[in-house]
């Protein structure tokens, strides 16, 4: 069983909606990071968090310690946030240093 | 500022030859990040270097692969002697430090491919 798990792997939705990716890990964790890989391959850190809630811009990510579960949301989306987005742990046992990664959710918003 | 800089982009050579990634970290980061990303294992940790020391290289697969990084500005992956199998996207990150409000800031990856 994989440490990070991710779901949905796919989805598809329309320009303006309300958009939620789910991570959830089954190891203790010093901290989950988002990531966001476009088309051409780049990657891109959206968030590190320990606890509690972020938000910049239109996209908000939540974690719930206790649960070990996290989740990503997207208001209002955009065919511009089409991507794969990569949910990532910081294993409590390494630090902060070691990263274990879900296997992506791809996002396609369609005009 | 840079960002962290990776060639070659794309590298396409034959089974058995030797392989040599290069990066180039943001000025003043301290940790540097070798990950492969494949379909079937998605993006995983080979190695890392913290002020140029190698500190984890558990996620190294074989011992054809190695990696140094001889100043504070350089690393290198190497694979010699490179299989098809190899066949991934390789990518450096560099991160300030380690602690929740440090992302690593990623390259935009090689691209290789083994014949």
């Known amino acids: 069983k994989n440490e990070v798990e991710q779901s949905p792997q796919n989805l598809t939705a329309q320009e303006g909606e309300f958009i939620t990716i789910n991570c959830s890990y089954s190891?203790?964790?010093?901290?989950l990071h988002w990531l966001q890989q476009h088309p051409g391959g780049g990657i891109v850190s959206l968030f590190m968090?320990?606890?509690g809630k972020k938000k910049h811009g239109r996209l908000i990510a939540t974690i719930n310690i206790q649960e070990k579960h996290s989740s990503l949301h997207i208001t209002a989306s955009h065919p511009r946030d089409s991507a794969v987005y990569i949910c990532?742990?910081?294993?409590?046992?390494?630090?902060?240093?070691?990263?274990?990664f879900g296997t992506g959710t791809r996002l396609t918003i369609i005009p | 500022d840079a960002g962290v800089i990776q060639s070659p982009r794309h590298e396409v050579t034959e089974m058995g030859q030797e392989v040599t990634l290069r990066c180039k970290p943001i000025?003043?980061?301290?940790?540097l990040f070798w990950y492969r990303q494949t379909m079937m294992r998605g993006l995983e940790l080979l190695i890392y270097?913290?002020?140029?020391?190698?500190?984890?290289d558990s996620g190294m697969p074989e011992d054809r692969f190695s990696a140094k990084m001889p100043n504070a500005s350089f690393s290198t992956l190497k694979i010699q002697p490179s299989e098809p199998r190899d066949s991934a996207v390789y990518f450096c990150?560099?991160?300030?430090?380690?602690?929740?409000?440090?992302?690593?800031?990623f390259g935009d990856g090689t691209r290789l491919s083994i014949l």
């Open positions: 990150a560099s991160s300030a430090s380690l602690g929740v409000n440090q992302p690593q800031h």
């Open positions: 190891v203790g964790i010093s901290a």
């Open positions: 968090l320990s606890s």
């Open positions: 990532a742990v910081a294993l409590r046992s390494f630090g902060n240093e070691k990263l274990t």
């Open positions: 000025s003043g980061h301290d940790y």
């Open positions: 270097f913290n002020n140029n020391v190698p500190i984890d």
